[in-house]
């Protein structure tokens, strides 16, 4: 098969392909009379063609900048995975994901992100499960006990963008996969309108009239007259602005009666409430990542206190560039990574060393499960793939 970069023509075939994939409805009749637009994003658009010039395959490559470990890194983003039902079983799909390695290999990207419908069948790939959420059911009976310290504001059109972005911005700095949103990211989460679309952004301000923290929530209505407040995002600099945001929502309780937060891996949430079996929690998946440059990734890597050094054995069966035994040395806070022949220390796979460099998981809990070979140095392994806080709130 052959694999590249759509042309603007092509992009209504693949769209008509992830319709197909996705169950999706939707009228194409106009096509002819209004090309263009069926041809926005093609850009991104990648697809495998068979031996007729047939598009078989695509998917979208989406180029984003995410935190890691204190910089900012490209990341590329993958959707709309489809092949037309014709051509199933027959390694398209494993075709683009070969060339999109490639491609974002010499492009400098350091990972990429996916959200599957089967984590087996991405793991094929080097993908594997990095970040989970904690889905919390929270009556808003529970919450009488915050106590409201600032001031909340309803975030409306006319109002400056810039501080909320930066109240974003300082949230994510340590915060290992999260994404550095551009214009048009801002765009799409600032396009709801409360009157319009009962999408709401409210926003905390502490006693200095300082911006700490916001909430952005929709509602889903669960009765004739009984509502559920969803939050699409909620951000804090400080335990103050944490609480005094969970006080607002509190005094909301004749309107809503649980509030619905997708609440970060690494905040304990019990901690919170006196009562921690009125706290519904749901553990999910919140996405799958993959390593597309080793060596950069274990380069940007912080290093840990004191010195040390370890060989780390890597295998990747899509991007031969990556597989290597590569000697991690650091001391006073300088990591240097270099190509060496001799015995590792620890040997894994592609797709186990995103989670250890990005922080999800450690060596020892990798080896418990079987996953990943510790031969030696395992307290040094621990202190180099220590555990961190991740986040992303962005689908692609």
């Known amino acids: 098969m052959i694999v590249r970069p759509i042309t603007p023509e092509e992009k209504i075939t693949a769209r008509k392909i992830q319709n197909l994939a996705f169950l ?47 910089h900012s890194v490209a990341m590329g983003g993958i959707g709309g995975v489809a092949t ?13 994901f070969q060339h999109c ?33 904690t889905r919390c059911s929270i009556p808003l009976s529970s919450m009488v006990h915050f106590k409201q310290t600032g001031t909340v504001r309803l975030f409306t059109r006319d109002m400056d963008q810039m501080p909320l972005i930066s109240v974003y911005e300082e949230y994510i ?31 905390w301000y502490n006693s200095s009239n300082a911006l700490r923290g916001y909430l952005k929530h929709r509602i889903r209505k669960t009765s004739e007259y009984g509502h559920d407040m969803i939050a699409d995002e909620l951000v804090w600099l400080d335990t103050q602005a944490f609480e005094g945001i969970m006080a607002f929502v509190s005094g909301m309780s004749s309107q809503f009666e649980k509030f619905i937060w997708d609440c970060p891996s690494f905040i304990d949430i019990l901690s919170y409430f006196p009562e921690p079996y009125n706290i519904g929690q ?8 993959r390593v597309v440059n080793a060596r950069l990734a274990l380069e940007l890597i912080s290093a840990p206190r004191g010195s040390g050094s370890v060989v780390i054995q890597a295998v990747d069966d899509i991007l031969d560039v990556n597989t290597s035994r590569y000697c991690v040395s650091w001391d006073k806070g300088v990591i240097e990574v ?23 998981t450690t060596p020892i809990q990798l080896r418990e499960a079987g996953r990943i070979e510790v031969n030696d140095k395992a307290d040094l392994l621990e202190r180099l793939f220590a555990r961190k806080k991740l986040f992303i709130n962005d689908r692609f």
């Open 24 to 70: 999706m409805e939707q009228d194409f009749s106009d096509a002819e009379s209004n090309p263009e637009e069926y041809r926005k994003g093609y850009e991104t658009t990648r697809a495998a063609f068979d031996e007729n010039g047939k598009m078989c395959s695509c998917l979208e490559l989406l180029p984003y900048t995410v935190r890691y470990d204190g």
């Open 84 to 96: 037309h039902p014709e051509a199933r079983r027959k390694g398209g799909i494993r075709c683009i």
């Open 101 to 133: 390695m490639q491609e974002m290999y010499e492009k400098g990207y350091v990972f990429s992100y996916l959200y599957p419908f089967s984590h087996p069948f991405y793991r094929r790939f080097g993908y594997e499960l990095n970040m989970v959420r």
């Open 173 to 203: 700095s340590d915060k290992n996969l999260a994404v550095v949103r551009d214009e048009y990211l801002w765009k799409r989460f600032f396009s709801g309108d409360p009157y319009k679309d009962n999408v709401y952004i409210y926003l």
């Open 282 to 289: 749901e553990v999910m998946s919140n996405g799958m990542n």
């Open 338 to 360: 270099k190509a060496v022949d001799k015995e590792p220390d620890l040997v894994c796979g592609i797709k186990d060393l995103g989670p250890l460099v990005t922080g999800f």
